[in-house]
């Protein structure tokens, strides 16, 4: 049974930063692309940044780069997404996701995953 545990939420002030973990488990994790999404109010869902299963290909949508890195930690079948400078439109619902067919072209498009974990809440106070 796949399960996906979001967790490292929280209420920040702007310019800290903070950590998100993605622990996963049901499934051979080395073999899956796992993604970060959020969702504010209002709003779409989004892609933050992903790391591909193998040769750990990343992708950051533009608004986060430079500020959110992610790394994978195989052993420990966990995601982290490290997010510093946070600014207050980074406030949202954030969702971990994975699957072991995206293509990398896909990497930020929430279509291209099949299992998702629950939100873990980032506000950002300015």
């Known amino acids: 049974d796949v399960q996906l545990q979001a967790s490292g939420g929280g209420l920040v002030q702007a310019g800290r930063s903070l950590r998100l973990s993605c622990a996963a488990s049901g499934f051979t994790f080395d073999d899956y692309t796992v993604g970060w999404f959020r969702q504010a109010p209002g709003k779409e869902r989004e892609g933050v940044s992903c790391?591909?299963?193998?040769?750990?290909?990343?992708y950051f949508a533009d608004s986060v780069k430079g500020r959110f890195t992610i790394f994978r930690d195989n052993a420990k079948n966990t995601v982290y997404l490290q997010m510093s400078s946070l600014k207050p439109e980074d406030t949202a619902v954030y969702y971990c996701?994975?699957?072991?067919?995206?293509?990398?072209?896909?990497?930020?498009?929430?279509?291209?995953?099949?299992?998702w974990g629950q939100g873990t809440q980032v506000t950002v106070s300015s």
């Open positions: 790391i591909s299963s193998s040769v750990g290909r990343t």
């Open positions: 996701a994975a699957d072991a067919n995206v293509i990398l072209s896909s990497m930020g498009r929430s279509s291209a995953y099949g299992y």
